[in-house]
């Protein structure tokens, strides 16, 4: 239980890092200090179709991943529960919780990590 609320409270702490980010304004050949309130956006010319693409292959990548490794995991943990004996299938019940909550966990990440790539996307 101490370990999922370390786990937690670090996801919460990397989530609240990532949402506090602010915005930086840089002119190029410039080396004085920008005053960010007179930006205008004004000869913006960045394209962000290759990061965008990079970041959803990425994030689809992990939500494949960790569905098929959860998959993987309750496969096994079910041959094992059925084939095991009255003590060894209380070991796997006790098993179960943690599994579930990793599974929670890795689906909620890659759920979070959209949302996330989203709203940076539309800022």
Known sequence: ??????????????????????????AEGQTAVQDPSKYTGAGSTVQTTKLDNLGQNIIKVVTTIGSI???????????????????EKAEYKKTLMPYVIGAVFVFAASTIASVIFNFANTV
């Open 69 to 87: 490794a959860s998959v993987i995991v309750l496969v096994v943990l079910g041959i094992k529960y059925m084939m095991g004996s009255a003590e």
């Open 1 to 26: 239980m101490k370990k999922a609320m370390k786990l937690v409270s670090i996801l919460l702490i990397v989530l609240i890092m990532v949402s506090l980010v602010t915005p930086v304004f840089a």
